[in-house]
C-alpha cells in the first residue's frame, strides 16, 4: 500500500512559527510532527510514500531522506500551494490507479494504534471517526445512514447532525482510487473547485454509490495540528509518547 502524504499549505494561523518552515516540521518531542507520522506508519510496513509539497518543500524533502534514506519517497511540488487547497494536491498526486492506498494531511498528530486499527478494519474504504469528546463547528464532520456507511462529510453539516468528526485519516480500495481520479481531475480542471477540500469529491462518490465506512477510534489520541494552542496541546500530550 502506498502513503499519499499533503504538505503544501503555509499554515498561516501558526505563524510567526511557520514563516520559515512547514507547519509538518515543527516539533512535537522529540521529532517532528510528519517525522512522527512517516516513522508509525513505516512501523506497519507502509514504506512507499508519495508526497506533495509547496511551502518550504525542499526542507521536507531534505528531512525526510536525510531521517528515512531506506523508504521509497516520490515528491511532487504544488506551485499553486497558496491559491488551491488540499484537493488540488491530491488531484496532483498522481494516484497509484486500481491500488490501495493510506491518505493523510501532514499535520496528523496520532498514537500507533490509531493506524493499528485502521488497517485492521476489513471494509475497502474506510476513514477514521472521533467519535469521543466534542465536535467542532469548524471540523470535517461525518453522519452515517441506517446501514451504518458514510452519507454526508462536510464542515458545514450541523453538529447535532453529526456522528463525528473525520481525523483525516482514510484507506481506499484500488477501485475507489480509479474512480478519484477522475472525479477529481473534473472538479478541478473543468469545474474550477480548486479552493476545496478533498471530502468534496469524496463526498460526490458516496452520493453516487462508493461505499465508505467509518472506523470508530474512541478514545484513542488522534489530533490536528492548526492552532499555536493546538501545538501546545499537543506536545502536552504526546511528550511521553
Known amino acids: ?95 497509484p490507479a486500481g491500488q490501495p492506498i493510506f491518505l493523510l494531511d501532514s499535520d496528523i498528530l496520532f498514537e500507533p494504534a490509531v493506524i493499528t486499527r485502521l488497517l485492521a478494519d476489513n471494509s475497502p474504504n474506510r476513514l477514521g471517526l472521533r467519535t469521543t469528546g466534542s465536535v467542532g463547528e469548524e471540523e470535517m464532520k461525518v453522519s452515517l445512514g441506517p446501514d451504518g456507511r458514510v452519507s454526508n462529510l462536510t464542515k458545514e453539516m450541523p453538529v447535532s447532525e453529526a456522528a463525528g468528526e473525520s481525523v483525516g485519516l482514510e484507506v481506499f480500495s484500488g477501485e475507489f482510487v480509479s474512480e478519484l481520479i477522475t472525479v477529481l481531475n473534473r472538479r478541478m480542471k473543468v469545474d474550477g473547485h480548486i479552493n476545496e477540500y478533498y471530502e468534496a469529491s469524496f463526498l460526490e462518490m458516496i452520493q453516487a454509490g ?19 494552542e493546538d501545538l501546545e496541546t499537543a506536545r502536552q500530550v504526546f511528550k511521553n509518547q
Open 210 to 228: 462508493q461505499d465508505v465506512r467509518p472506523v470508530d477510534l474512541d478514545s484513542l489520541i488522534c489530533m490536528e495540528i492548526d492552532t499555536p
Open 1 to 95: 500500500m502506498r502513503a499519499i502524504l499533503l504538505a503544501a499549505g503555509q499554515a498561516t494561523r501558526l505563524r510567526p512559527l511557520t514563516d520559515n518552515c512547514p507547519k509538518c516540521l515543527l516539533k512535537v518531542g522529540d521529532e517532528s510532527i510528519l517525522e512522527r507520522a512517516v516513522r508509525i506508519l513505516g512501523q506497519h510496513d507502509i514504506r512507499q510514500f508519495t508526497v506533495v509539497d509547496g511551502f518550504c518543500g525542499d526542507m521536507i524533502r531534505n528531512t525526510l531522506n536525510a531521517s528515512f534514506p531506506d523508504f521509497d519517497f516520490t515528491f511532487i511540488r504544488n506551485e499553486d500551494f497558496s491559491t488551491t487547497n488540499n484537493a488540488w494536491s491530491l488531484m496532483l498526486a498522481d494516484l
